[in-house]
C-alpha cells in the first residue's frame, strides 16, 4: 500500500477519444489534506495494458513525447472547471513522481503490456474478448497512413494501426462512354443476341451494381458518363439506393464525341471529392466501360498520361493504388487494345502492389465478377 502523490491520479484511457474530448476525473486536492492510500499494484494491474496517469502540468517541462502528451482543457476538477493536464505513461508517471514502481513484481509480460497502447479494433468481426489491440506505443502520436502498408493490417481513423484484417470497403467509380458510336449494333448478350452498345452497358452497369448489392452491402458507387464532356450523375451511392441508380443507368442515352482523357479525370476529382468526405474508410475501383473509340490526339488530350496523373495524385495523398476494370462494347480491335493499354498502365505504376495488380481487360459479361 502507498500513498499516491496528491498531483497525481489516473484512469484508462478511452477508446475513440478525439482531441478535445472532455472527459470528467476527480481530481485530489494536496492543501485540502485529500490524499488517498492506495493499493497501487493491484489497480494497474486493474487498468492494465495501455492505461494512462494524470498529472499536473509543468510549464517548464511540458511536452509530448518519452511517455507524456499534454492535454489542454481536456479534464474537468471536482468544481466542474476545465484543466489542463499531462497524460503519462505507468513507468513515466513513478519517475515524475519519485516513487519506485509497485508493479515491478508483477510479470515481465504484464509490466510490458502497461507500455502499449490499449486501443481495440471494434470491428464488428471480433467477438468482445478476442479483439485486436493496437501495435503502436502507449500515447503514440496517429499513425499516418503508410504506417500501415496494403495487406498488412490496417490504420484505424482515429489513428491507431492494428494488425488484424478485415474487409475494406471499394468505393465503385462506374465510367460509362455515352459517345455517339456507342448507337452502333455489334455489342452481344450472353445468349447471343447483337444489341446497341450503349444498351450492353446499361445491362452490364446495372448487373455490376445489382451484384454489389447481394455480396458487398459496405461498398458503395459512384457513375461519370461522357462523351466529349463529362457528367457526374451519382456519388457515393451504396447498393441499397439499387433502384435509383438503376433509374439513373437506363436514362443514359448515346451521343456526342470520345475523349477518355475527360473521364479520367473527373473520376479523379470524383474519387478524391469521396476520399475527404470518408477519409481512409475504402480502397478505389475504376470500371470504365467503353468502345475504345477514344478521339484524343493532343498531348493533352491522350488517355495514358491522363491515367498517370490520377494515379500520381493518389499517391501523393497517401492513398493504396487503384484496380481498374475496363470493359470492352463492341467489336473494335483498336478499341480493345487502348483499353488493355490503361490496364497495363495501372500495373506498370505499382508491380508489387496486389490489388493494382487484379486490374483488367474484359468483356461486359466480365464486368460483374
Sequence with gaps: TMAVPAQAYFQRATLNSQEGEVRTVVLQDA???????????????????????????????????????????????????????????????????????PCLELTQEVQESFMKCGARCMSDEHQLSNSSECLSHVLHAECGLSAGPYGQGFISESGHYFGCQHYRAIH?????????????????TENGEVIERIEALKMACLKYISERNIIYPLDFLSLIAFNDNTSPIFSGCFPRDEEYMERSVNDLQAGGRTFFYKAIAEAGHVIEAMENERPGQSDCAIIFFSDGEDLGREPNELALPALQDLLKARKSRGQHNIQLRTILL????????????????????????????????????????
Design 31 to 101: 492543501d485540502a489534506g485529500i490524499i488517498e492510500a492506495l493499493s497501487c499494484d493491484s489497480i494497474c494491474s486493474q487498468y492494465g495494458r495501455g492505461h494512462v496517469h494524470l498529472m499536473k502540468c509543468d510549464p517548464q517541462s511540458c511536452q509530448d513525447g518519452d511517455g507524456a502528451k499534454h492535454r489542454d482543457n481536456c479534464y474537468k476538477d471536482v468544481n466542474g472547471r476545465l484543466v489542463s493536464l499531462d497524460e503519462v505513461s505507468h513507468v513515466e508517471f513513478w519517475r515524475r513522481a519519485g516513487f519506485r514502481d
Design 172 to 188: 465503385h467509380v462506374l465510367v460509362a462512354d455515352i459517345s455517339q458510336s456507342m448507337g452502333s449494333v455489334d455489342a452481344e
Design 330 to 369: 463492341g467489336q473494335s480491335p483498336n478499341g480493345a487494345q487502348r483499353l488493355r493499354e490503361m490496364v497495363e498502365e495501372v500495373k506498370r505504376f505499382a508491380p508489387d502492389d496486389e490489388f493494382s495488380g487484379a486490374s483488367s481487360f474484359g468483356n461486359p459479361q466480365d464486368a460483374a465478377q
